[in-house]
């Protein structure tokens, strides 16, 4: 069992940065590939950001290229999401996500434990 926990969220205005963060506690962290979702008023939750176990693959949505970031810190059990140039359709609740095994997070079906998630909301 793996336990999430975000924070890090809050109201900014377009253009601003925003950084996430996910702490892990449980299970060895460093086992776990990790990701970032996020789910918009009236839409699905979808996929944003993945790194694998040792960081050293990263997979991102289309929609985040070049502006979010993922790190991890094996030896302090924590996520970090970097959010840079925010704009308004990057309003959405945002979930830590954790995959028990290797490779990368891709979608909904390849996570193992969500966390309860963290508001972002980015004013135009």
């Known amino acids: 069992q793996v336990q999430l926990v975000e924070s890090g969220g809050g109201l900014v205005h377009a253009g601003d940065s925003l950084r996430l963060s996910c702490a892990a506690s449980?299970?060895?962290?460093?086992?776990?590939?990790m990701g970032w979702f996020r789910q918009a008023p009236g839409k699905e939750r979808e996929f944003v950001i993945g790194i694998g176990r040792t960081a050293s693959y990263r997979n991102y949505a289309d929609s985040v290229k070049g502006r979010f970031t993922i790190s991890r810190d094996n030896a302090k059990n924590t996520v970090l999401l970097q959010t840079n140039s925010l704009k308004p359709e990057d309003t959405a609740v945002y979930f830590c996500?954790?995959?028990?095994?290797?490779?990368?997070?891709?979608?909904?079906?390849?996570?193992?434990?969500w966390g309860k998630g963290t508001l972002v909301t980015v004013s135009s």
């Open positions: 449980g299970r060895t962290f460093s086992n776990y590939a």
């Open positions: 996500a954790a995959r028990n095994g290797p490779g990368l997070i891709i979608g909904a079906r390849d996570v193992d434990y």
